[in-house]
């Protein structure tokens, strides 16, 4: 009943009658005939982290399928942005043989990473409709020098084809960009696209940088993807519909998160005041707790947030000015972390960070915070989007609703203190050392909030070593040099980026001179308000280590 929308030539190939499948490395292509609408749906950057990459559904699958749309999922291995010459060539092999040509309507459809690409690749099928929710335009670093997120995906190679989405609009018939203007970095982006002939903003304030989980809370998601398909939704009909989104739990959430980034506590405060007796058993009052204690904090640091929740679920929080973790641990002043990649010298810093007074910085231990934050974002991923009612016994997500997210992260964080780390009763400072958090790429400063937010007042030590000495280390035999190098320019960046925006509770440290000066780490006392014992400092660089 669209087909006047998207008028084609008479004579066209075929439209595909058979499934297919093609693995490109980091990517693969799986198609699912229907109709003679095609659907490219391509993958958001959070999909590689948290869902498996063998068997994953294409993005929207469900819903597609429900409307009997023929269906081409872009599945990404990893968050490279699609800056791959080799889905590159698979996609223009499939617009050379006919296939986008082949159908009487395409949309290009996809979130963040996914809704960049859609945009992006609209010229492989010209007269295209592009979904966008919460794209980014580009991660070009020269059209984009704002742009502080996506550090993986800022590395990849911008000078590929189809990387500026606000130019691939303009071989679309239109395009629909969702997203929360209250974003900055995203509405920035939006306002890239320029073009109102070409290009309908809709703006869903609260929503963050994932509009479309907010949609799908509220019950519209199905309803506004289907109006944008029939290219029948304008801003005025989008913004009625957006009045019903205090109705979900994400609004409160994101909002009250918002307060919080600008040091807005009482506001925060409010907002999940607000909102509890509706979402009872949500992380808002974990949200809460952390406003609180933020604003109680002289420094404003909600890293020192201390939350005390009883196990029967109370909404009633009881705020203290000392941590969790000082009922176990009386004495405990912070939690130190040495922050690094393989060979950098960090056992050598471990041993010197420990000649402060009680003191015990445990070794290497996998990456053990790394799955317990995957395991506690699931649990809220699972309550936030389906925790919002009660589900019935016979529902496939029953009891969604009575997920604590915050209670069963805190639990494990317990757990790993009490058997991983294993401090002494008395220790003033406890913590633990890792050099496996290459693999997180974008995830990396998420995992240290995670951190801040559930050990007390954490002090991230971030260690960096000259990537020449690093790379000559036989510890990365199996591994290329130019690999090595990204890593260590990558890892450096991160660091980098994270202790610029957080200097109260983080520290650079460098191998080239802390292992030649006493002094190099006196930066690190003096944060403390430690006294300082160089004779000590000196005893540590002459022990040879015997690993």
Not at 97 to 117: E, K, N, T, Y
Request: net charge positive; hydrophobic share 40%.
């Amino acid at each position: 009943m669209f087909r006047h929308l998207f008028q084609r030539k008479a004579k066209r190939t075929p439209r595909p009658q058979e499934a297919f499948v093609r693995e490109l490395g980091d990517h693969r292509l799986q198609f699912e005939p229907g109709n003679e609408t095609l659907i490219v749906s391509f993958d958001n950057a959070a999909r590689p982290a948290q869902e498996p990459y063998i068997g994953r559904p294409t993005w929207g699958d469900k819903f597609y399928r429900s409307e009997g749309f023929s269906i081409l999922g872009v599945i990404a291995r990893r968050a490279i942005w699609y800056r791959d010459p080799k889905i590159i060539e698979a996609l223009e092999s499939l617009r050379d043989g006919g296939f986008f040509a082949s159908f009487d309507r395409v949309i290009m459809s996809g979130g963040s990473m996914g809704g960049f690409a859609a945009a992006a690749f609209a010229p492989l099928a010209p007269n295209s409709l592009v979904i966008a929710f919460s794209p980014q335009s580009t991660l070009d670093a020269k059209k984009v020098p704002w742009e502080w997120r996506y550090s993986e995906g800022k590395a990849q190679d911008w000078s590929l084809p189809y990387s500026e989405a606000a130019e691939g609009v303009a071989y679309a018939r239109h395009c629909y960009v969702v997203y929360d203007g209250l974003d900055r970095p995203d509405r920035r982006h939006a306002r890239r696209f320029g073009n109102p002939a070409k290009t309908t903003h809709l703006n869903l304030p609260g929503g963050g940088h994932g509009v479309s989980p907010l949609l799908s809370q509220m019950g519209l998601l199905k309803v506004t993807t289907q109006k944008m398909i029939e290219m029948s939704l304008d801003k005025s009909e989008f913004q009625i519909l957006a009045r019903n989104r205090k109705a979900a739990v994400q609004y409160h959430r994101v909002m009250a998160n918002h307060a919080i980034k600008r040091k807005k506590f009482a506001c925060a405060q409010q907002i999940c005041d607000a909102a509890l007796p509706k979402f009872p058993l949500s992380d808002l009052a974990s949200i809460k707790a952390k406003a609180m204690a933020a604003r109680s904090d002289a420094g404003g640091n909600a890293a020192t947030a201390a939350i005390s929740q009883s196990n029967t679920g109370n909404t009633g929080m009881t705020i203290s000015n000392t941590h969790r973790l000082n009922a176990r641990f009386p004495a405990l002043k912070r939690n130190i972390f040495i922050v690094t990649y393989g060979r950098t010298g960090s056992t050598l810093l471990q041993s010197l960070v420990q000649t402060l007074p009680d003191c015990t910085i445990r070794g290497e231990n996998h990456n053990v915070i790394e799955t317990i934050w995957n395991a506690a974002m699931r649990a809220r991923m699972t309550r936030g989007t389906w925790g919002n009612e009660e589900r019935k016994s016979n529902h496939p997500w029953f009891g969604a609703e009575n997920i604590r997210p915050a209670l069963f992260a805190a639990g494990m964080i317990d757990s790993m203190i009490d058997n991983v780390i294993t401090p002494p009763r008395n220790a003033k400072y406890f913590g633990f050392k890792e050099i496996r958090y290459n693999a997180l790429g974008d995830r990396f400063p998420d995992l240290l909030d995670f951190m801040r937010f559930h050990f007390k007042d954490p002090i991230f030590i971030f260690n960096t070593r000259n990537i020449e000495d690093v790379a000559k280390s036989a510890w990365w035999k199996d591994w290329k040099l130019q690999d090595v190098e990204k890593l260590v320019r990558d890892m450096d960046q991160r660091f980098s980026e994270y202790h610029d925006r957080h200097k109260e509770c983080s520290i650079m440290m460098s191998y080239e001179r802390f292992s030649q000066d006493p002094n190099a780490i006196k930066p690190l006392f003096d944060m403390l308000q430690e006294p300082f014992d160089q004779q000590k400092i000196a005893d540590v660089l002459t022990t040879r280590l015997t690993h």
